[in-house]
């Protein structure tokens, strides 16, 4: 320890810390390596862990471990946050110019800078401590978001120099951003694991700020960059540039391609400069954005109800070309949604070939009344599928006929039902395009893991005819394999010791591996825990649904057959609702799923997590604030399959309080009460089996969204 003591010594580690993240995040210019940041960083864990009294709440360790919220608190902006006027013709712009000059004579300036397309936020410091962050929401006010904010790292908790400089109040706007290569992870990770992915950047930053448990902010790639004060309790400074100066002094982000204009000739510049690179940039812009440079001018034209008079959004034209519609072709997915793709003639947007593109469902394409053989317009406003905007008019051209569903499924014949807008095929198992699509899902990495089984050999093992129902899968020999073209007999007898060793499997894996309408891979795991054999999940569906056929024979009200339908029992388990317990009930009902599942059964052995043992039978146990080696709800997910009841609150009841880092109001209960309060390693012991079992930890988190604070 150094002199001076663990005091001393946190104060020196919290400011190297936030030193290194500074350099790291906001300069890009790391002067240590990411090993010495995580010594640095663990030391000051280790420190502030057996001295709980050192913990600040700025102290770098303080991100992420804030217990979810159960809602947004409301509140009102320190100022109001208006829009901007804008537009993507040069003319308003060179009036806005002229309304400035009117009004406050040759002599002025002007700031130009990117216009950020991210999610815009007020950031509040008092005194140098961030001490609240609020979504735009109405303008007036929004949602706070402050436990989220923290989990970004380039947003200091506290301000640089703080003692010295910061005003007692400072309130800044800001624009939350992902980078395009972070997002495209982003969606690639979501995707892998069954859920919708983000449809641009922009919705991404948005999205993953509105969630209310800060982890999973905390797992999601933000960044911010900030660009206005709001208000200031103290002199303002004189202009734009001497704002973005005090900004970068104060240590937060601020965009490094802002720069002074000086009229419309200096914005036009700025402006094709930027889109000329528009595409080579990191983060999604959709314009520039000018404001005058005297912040007193700023006052003196003044403002509207929504927008200042002092700054104009110039907005970039969305990435449009003009292409042929080549030919339309209906597409089978793995659950039997039939969904038009436009193939088209080749053409570059924003810096990537495109030629397909997603024309959702039939009514969309009569309403745009788009045929083969059309030239349309397509668009990429950061979306990842471009779009078919409209139809270009050809005056004396022929065209093509209205484009139609087909009747009958393009991959295996069977006649196609409408849903609303979509088109399904009901052929579930069959149909070869579902058969391929559910075979590969089967295998996929969160499903049975079968390494060698992706796209192509699913296509392939149908295409061929080798597996006619999912089932068949198991029965595959290497002998039938290295008939196939492309398998020899090295690959084919791998694949078939990967099948061979996918008999046996986690219960989850099996259940999210069935493909069951909206049961993803977390879905899949709640309902492996709560009814801990497959056996029993299907029965408790199965009583669902007699109890809902039995409601309808009796009563006519088809909605009150509805509600039955609901499934009780499975709505007992975590995150399932309604919507999605019908959704299952009705899959898991059909007979043709009951027989595949049946086969399946009769193939796999789904294991059980660990059956609850009487270890810790008959303890009440409440978790609060963050765990290191694992998130509250893998804890409290091991607590459970031991035998012990996790609760929510604090009673006289409970056995043990297990507090983990910023513990909160219930520890406060605890204390009161006066139940024994745990630490982590408390809790290790206690699932390790007893007293006598202090050491190892348990692995890990390996949930994503449960990631800690990590070095950079
Ligand atoms: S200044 C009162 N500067 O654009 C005007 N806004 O369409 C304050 N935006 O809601 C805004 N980059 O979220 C300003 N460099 C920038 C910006 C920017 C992006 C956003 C902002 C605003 C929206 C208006």
Redesign the pocket.
Same mark, same amino acid.
């Given at each position: 320890m150094s002199p001076g003591g663990p005091e001393r010594r946190a104060r020196e580690l919290r400011r190297a810390l936030r030193h290194h993240s500074y350099l790291y995040y906001v300069r890009n210019q790391p002067e240590i390596s990411d090993e010495r940041f995580d010594e640095l960083f663990r030391e000051l864990k280790a420190l502030e862990a057996s001295h709980p009294k050192l913990v600040t709440p700025d102290s770098p360790t303080q991100r992420v471990g804030a217990e979810p919220l159960d809602a947004f608190e409301t509140i009102e902006h320190t100022a109001p946050m !208006? #829009? !901007?006027d #804008?537009s993507a013709d040069v003319e308003p712009l060179e009036r806005f110019d002229e309304r400035m000059r009117k009004a406050l004579g040759d002599d002025i300036g002007y700031v130009v800078?990117?216009?950020?397309d991210g999610a #815009?936020i007020e950031l509040v410091y008092e005194s140098g401590r961030l001490s609240r962050a609020v979504t735009?929401g109405d303008g007036i006010r929004g949602e706070g978001v402050t436990e989220n904010i923290r989990t970004i790292h380039s947003v200091p908790l506290r301000l640089r120099a703080a003692d010295r400089d910061a005003p007692p109040l400072l309130a800044l706007?800001a624009?939350v951003i992902m980078r395009v290569g972070d997002f495209e992870a982003l969606n690639a990770r979501l995707l892998e694991s069954d859920r919708p992915p983000f449809a641009n950047p922009r919705n991404a930053a948005a999205g993953s700020l509105r969630q209310l448990d800060p982890r999973i902010t905390a797992a999601r790639p933000l960044d911010i960059y900030v660009?206005?004060i709001l208000a200031i309790d103290g002199r303002p400074p004189p202009t734009q540039q001497a704002t973005l100066e005090a900004l970068r002094e104060w240590g937060l982000p601020v965009n490094d391609r802002c720069r002074p204009a000086a009229d419309v000739g200096a914005i036009l510049a700025f402006q094709a400069e930027i889109e000329e690179c528009r595409d080579d940039l990191e983060y999604e812009i959709d314009g520039i954005?000018i404001k005058l440079d005297d912040i007193a001018a700023r006052d003196e034209v003044g403002e509207t109800s929504h927008h200042?008079r002092w700054?104009f959004?110039f907005k970039f034209p969305p990435r449009k070309e003009v292409t042929r519609l080549l030919h339309i072709f209906p597409s089978v997915g793995r659950t039997g949604v039939v969904t038009p793709i436009a193939f088209m003639r080749p053409v570059e947007l924003g810096g990537v070939t495109v030629s397909r593109a997603n024309l959702h469902n039939r009514e969309e394409v009569a309403r745009k009344d788009i045929r083969e053989g059309d030239r349309v317009r397509v668009q990429r406003a950061g979306d990842v599928i471009p779009q078919v905007l409209e139809r270009i008019e050809e005056p004396g051209r022929e065209r093509a006929e209205p484009w139609v569903m087909p009747a009958e499924c393009p991959s295996c014949g069977t006649a196609l039902e409408p849903r609303g807008p979509y088109t399904f095929c009901p052929n579930l198992f069959a149909c070869p395009a579902q058969l391929a699509g559910r075979i590969q899902h089967l295998g996929s990495r969160h499903a049975l893991d079968i390494e060698g089984l992706g796209e192509e050999t699913a296509n392939l093992l149908v295409r061929e005819g080798v597996i006619g129902r999912v089932p068949e899968l198991f029965d595959l020999d290497a002998a039938t394999l290295m008939e196939l073209e492309g398998f020899a007999e090295k690959s084919a007898t791998n694949l078939v010791g990967a099948i061979h060793a996918a008999r046996t499997t986690e219960l989850a894996r099996f259940i999210y591996g069935l493909g069951i309408p909206e049961v993803g891979v977390t879905v899949a795991r709640e309902l492996a825990s709560h009814f801990l054999s497959f056996e029993a999940f299907r029965e408790a569906a199965a009583a669902a649904a007699a109890a809902a056929a039995a409601e309808a024979s009796e009563a006519s009200e088809a909605s009150e057959a509805a509600e039955a339908a609901e499934g009780k029992a499975l709505q007992e388990v975590d995150g399932i609702g309604p919507r999605m317990a019908e959704e299952i009930i009705a899959f898991l009902a059909r007979p043709e799923v009951s027989k595949v599942v049946d086969e399946l059964r009769a193939r796999v052995e789904p294991v059980p997590p660990p059956r609850a043992g009487d270890t810790l039978a008959g303890l009440r146990i409440v978790l609060t604030g963050g765990l290191e080696s694992m998130s509250r709800s893998e804890a409290g997910k091991k607590l459970e399959a031991l035998g012990a009841k996790v609760t929510s609150s604090v009673s006289k009841q409970t056995s043990y309080v297990v507090a983990g880092e910023n513990p909160g109001r219930k520890l406060e209960r605890a204390q009161t009460l006066g139940v024994e309060i745990l630490d982590e390693a408390g809790l290790l012991a206690l699932l390790s089996g007893g007293p006598g079992a202090l050491s190892a930890p348990d692995e890990p988190a390996s949930d994503p969204t449960a990631s800690d604070q990590t070095a950079p």
């Open positions: !208006l #829009s !901007l #804008s800078e990117p216009k950020l #815009s735009r706007r624009e660009y206005d954005v200042p700054a959004a």
